[in-house]
């Protein structure tokens, strides 16, 4: 059975940090959603869709990651920094977005969930993940939480 955690915003943040290692469980066909929020003018969703690759959507903006998500015996360690409304993703230590930084992000705030390990249209993440880190107010970079060695 698939679950998921749902945790209210406590601040009005244009800055914030998530941090997670994910081990999926699908990688090609359908989709499975790592992290979902939403607001009355944005909407962001972390989704793998199914092609070994992580999607992440933005308003009506779709970024897709260079890292590969092939190895389901393997844990990824990916890290969303937002520094006053931009964003970068890490996987792995290394910046992973093709299409470069989204900007114009707005301030997460009190009103509005996020969903860890789902999204609000039913898709539950198929795999595991370990270590969730929500910081409120700080843009961190993925060195932050540890060394990696790939």
């Known amino acids: 059975m698939a679950t998921y955690l749902r945790r209210t915003c406590g601040s009005t943040a244009s800055s914030y940090t998530v941090s997670m290692w994910v081990k999926t469980s699908k990688t090609q066909g359908g989709t499975t959603s790592a992290l979902w929020w939403n607001s009355a003018t944005n909407k962001l969703n972390w989704?793998?869709?199914g092609t070994s690759q992580m999607y992440i959507y933005i308003g009506g903006s779709t970024y897709k990651t260079t890292a590969s998500f092939r190895d389901v015996n393997g844990w990824?360690?990916?890290?969303w920094s937002v520094n006053a409304g931009t964003g970068t993703l890490y996987v792995n230590n290394e910046s992973a977005l093709i299409a470069g930084s989204p900007t114009?992000?707005?301030?997460?705030?009190?009103?509005?969930?996020i969903q860890i390990g789902g999204d609000n249209?039913?898709?539950t993440f198929e795999g595991i993940m370990s270590h969730v880190h929500f910081?409120?107010?700080t843009a961190y970079d993925a060195t932050a939480f540890g060394e990696y060695d790939a």
């Open 47 to 49: 989704e793998f869709n």
């Open 121 to 123: 249209g039913g898709s």
């Open 76 to 79: 990824y360690h990916i890290v």
């Open 135 to 137: 910081i409120d107010g």
């Open 104 to 113: 114009g992000l707005p301030a997460l705030n009190s009103s509005n969930d």
